[in-house]
């Protein structure tokens, strides 16, 4: 508990004067514009994207709750505040889970310390303002959910999950596929991931479309582009230095145990991929929100592999 408000006043702080100094980007002014509309009786609309909801843009309905924070105080870093609280509360469910799996409430303690120094984590909190940061916390209450066999709170914790963004479709499937397989809950696993797979499909064929008047952008954008460049390029893409400079951005500040654990690890894969399968090569960088819906699977991964590395 001591960890959770020292790291959130730490984190919260940091956000609120990179703020008053000027250093919040456009994104921000997308996110906070979107949430006083919505106070005001326009829902999440935005006249810097292009004047649409931004369902039309991404599929994060949870920026909503926020609007009544914002609309009575009139102050938009308290959004900052609030994103940073949500996120540190994610050092408690590291805690459990570590403690659960290792039966030890040291090296629990150890990994929520690890977590809260985790960089990517850090700096994801601090460039601004991201729906889908506070998936982090959801994830590691949904994943400690399930190995406590309260599967009706998890599936509750996966749909808020669901809310914060589509990109929390790959990550929830994969956790209904390892779920089905790993965890041997066979009828929940199948479910989870039947589940994520039709809200993504949903999501991106018919929701944002009609919010947006267009297609979904961000597929054919970042991804089905490849379908023209061709193999070759994908795989040079793939396989260029940066892609294993990213890699050990992320897997070194826990040593490397995630590897220790394939059968936990290939919950990291659909971000992965994600991250290094965009033509944006800002997504292979540590230091913008694109590590969300990661962090809490490189922590579970690297927790089962320091389980097996003793």
């Not at 999440?44 to 039309?56: A, E, M, P, R, V």
Request: glycine share 6%; charged share 10%.
């Amino acid at each position: 508990g001591v960890l959770f408000l020292v790291f959130g006043f730490l984190m919260a702080y940091s956000s609120y004067i990179r703020h008053h100094v000027f250093h919040s980007s456009f994104d921000f002014a997308i996110f906070a514009q979107a949430i006083w509309n919505t106070w005001n009786g326009d829902f999440l609309y935005s006249s810097i994207k292009g004047g649409i909801c931004l369902l039309g843009d991404h599929f994060s309905p949870l920026l909503a709750l926020f609007a009544p924070l914002y609309g009575l105080t009139k102050d938009p870093s308290l959004l900052l505040v609030a994103q940073a609280m949500i996120a540190a509360s994610g050092v408690l469910p590291v805690y459990f889970i570590a403690r659960h799996i290792l039966e030890d409430e040291r090296l629990g303690l150890w990994f929520a310390v690890t977590y809260a120094l985790y960089l990517p984590l850090r700096n994801a909190i601090r460039f601004d303002f991201h729906p889908e940061i506070i998936g982090d916390p959801l994830l590691l209450w949904s994943f400690f959910f399930i190995l406590r066999d309260r599967l009706v709170t998890a599936t509750f914790l996966l749909v808020i999950t669901l809310l914060t963004k589509e990109a929390a479709c790959g990550p929830v499937a994969m956790l209904g596929l390892y779920s089905w397989w790993f965890q041997r809950k066979r009828f929940f696993g199948i479910a989870v991931f039947l589940l994520a797979v039709l809200w993504f499909v949903i999501v991106v064929k018919l929701v944002v479309p009609f919010f947006a008047g267009r297609d979904y952008f961000y597929l054919s954008g970042n991804y089905l582009a490849w379908m023209d460049q061709g193999l070759i390029a994908f795989l040079k893409h793939i396989f260029q230095p940066s892609s294993f400079t990213y890699l050990k951005k992320i897997f070194l500040p826990v040593g490397f145990f995630s590897f220790f654990s394939p059968s936990s690890l290939i919950l990291t894969f659909p971000v992965l991929f994600q991250n290094l399968a965009a033509r944006n090569l800002m997504a292979r960088s540590i230091y913008f929100q694109y590590t969300a819906f990661l962090t809490p699977f490189v922590f579970v991964s690297s927790i089962y592999g320091f389980k097996n590395f003793l």
